[in-house]
C-alpha cells in the first residue's frame, strides 16, 4: 500500500501531499508570493488568483476547460471582536490536482489536511478515488463543521430566555442584538453556498469514478437543515425581543404609576407648607401647637390622597 508523500515547499506556506496520481496542495495563508508559485507552475486565470486574497467575494465555480475554480465561505465565529464573520476557502481542482487556498481560520480544514497526511488509512480512504472524491471530503467536514455553531446559537438563545423570565439585567437587551447579527450573519453565509453546493456534483463528476450525486445530495440536505435552523432561531429571537420590549414596557409602567402617587401627594403637602410659609395670618399659624395641628393635616391628607389614588388605579385595572 503506497504511503502519501508530503512536502513543503521552501520559504512558500506551501504544503504538498501526493498520493499516487493525485496531489493535495494547501496554501495558508496566501501573499504575492504563493500566487506567483501557482502562476509559474498552473494555467490559472490571473483574476482567479486575486480572487484568493479578498474576504469579500461570495461563493461561486468558474468553469474552464482545464479546472474549476470555487469559492466557498463558512461561518467563523471572531473572538478578538465579538463578531460572527465568515472564512473564505477557494478551491482549485483539476485532474490529479485539488489545491486549497485560505488564511488557515477554519480549524476542520486544517485538520483534515493534516489527517491525510499522517493517518495511511484516511489516505487511502480520501486520495484513491480522485480529486472529485477529495472535494467532496473536504466539502463535507467543512459542512459538518456548521453545525455546532448553530447549536451554539441555539443555547445562547435558551440562556437568554431564561435571563428575560428570571432576572433584570441590564446586557439582556444587548446580548438578544449580538444573537440577531450573528444569525443575519450566519444567513448571508449559508445562503448564497447551497446553490453553488448543489451545483457541484454535475462540474466534479468528471474527475471521480464514483458516483457521487448521493453524497452531495446529502451536503445539500444538511445544508438546508442548517438554514431551516437558522429560521427558527431567527423567529424565537425575534419573539424573545418582543417579550423583552413588552416586560421592559410593563415595567417602566410599574415606576410611573409609583412616581405618579408620590407627585400628588408631594404636590399636596408642598402646597400646605406653601400657605404657611406666608407672612399672614391662617388658622394655627400662631398657636404654639399649631405646628402639630399642621403635621396631623398634612398626614391625614397624604393618606387620604393615597388612598384616593389607589382606588382610582384599581378601578381602572391599572393596579
Known amino acids: 500500500m503506497t504511503e502519501a508523500i508530503r512536502v513543503h515547499e521552501e520559504d512558500l506556506n506551501v504544503e504538498k501531499l501526493t498520493l499516487g496520481e493525485l496531489t493535495w496542495i494547501n496554501i495558508e495563508p496566501p501573499t504575492t508570493k504563493e500566487l506567483k508559485y501557482l502562476s509559474d507552475n498552473f494555467s490559472f486565470h490571473p483574476l482567479d488568483l486575486d480572487d484568493t486574497l479578498t474576504r469579500t467575494q461570495r461563493p461561486k465555480i468558474d468553469v474552464y476547460p482545464d479546472y474549476y475554480f470555487i469559492i466557498l465561505n463558512f461561518p467563523r465565529y471572531f473572538k478578538a471582536d465579538g463578531l460572527m464573520g465568515h472564512a473564505q476557502v477557494s478551491i482549485f481542482i483539476e485532474d490529479n490536482y485539488l489545491i486549497t487556498i485560505h488564511k488557515g481560520e477554519l480549524k476542520p480544514l486544517k485538520n483534515f489536511f493534516e489527517e491525510c497526511a499522517e493517518n495511511e488509512k484516511i489516505q487511502q480512504e480520501c486520495m484513491t478515488k480522485g480529486s472529485g472524491y477529495l472535494l467532496y471530503r473536504l466539502v463535507d467536514r467543512l459542512v459538518d463543521y456548521c453545525i455546532p455553531i448553530l447549536n451554539k446559537i441555539g443555547d445562547n438563545i435558551e440562556d437568554i430566555e431564561d435571563d428575560i423570565f428570571t432576572s433584570n439585567k441590564p446586557e439582556t437587551l444587548r446580548e438578544i442584538t449580538r444573537i440577531r447579527r450573528d444569525i443575519i450573519s450566519y444567513r448571508r453565509t449559508i445562503w448564497p453556498m447551497r446553490n453553488v453546493v ?19 445530495d446529502d451536503i445539500v440536505d ?98
Do not use: C
Open 198 to 216: 448543489s451545483n457541484l456534483e454535475p462540474k466534479v463528476r468528471k474527475y471521480t469514478s464514483e458516483d457521487m450525486e448521493i453524497f452531495f
Open 222 to 319: 444538511h445544508l438546508d437543515k442548517i438554514w431551516d435552523g437558522l429560521n427558527e432561531h431567527k423567529e424565537v429571537i425575534e419573539g424573545l425581543h418582543s417579550t423583552y420590549d413588552s416586560i421592559s414596557s410593563q415595567r417602566v409602567n410599574n415606576i410611573m404609576r409609583l412616581l405618579t402617587i408620590f407627585t400628588a401627594v408631594s404636590a399636596v403637602l408642598t402646597i400646605i407648607v406653601g400657605f404657611y410659609g406666608m407672612n399672614i395670618w391662617l388658622p394655627g399659624g400662631s398657636d404654639p401647637a399649631g405646628n402639630h395641628i399642621i403635621w396631623i393635616v398634612m398626614l391625614v391628607s397624604m393618606v387620604g390622597l393615597v388612598g384616593l389614588i389607589l382606588w382610582y388605579f384599581k378601578h381602572k385595572d391599572w393596579l
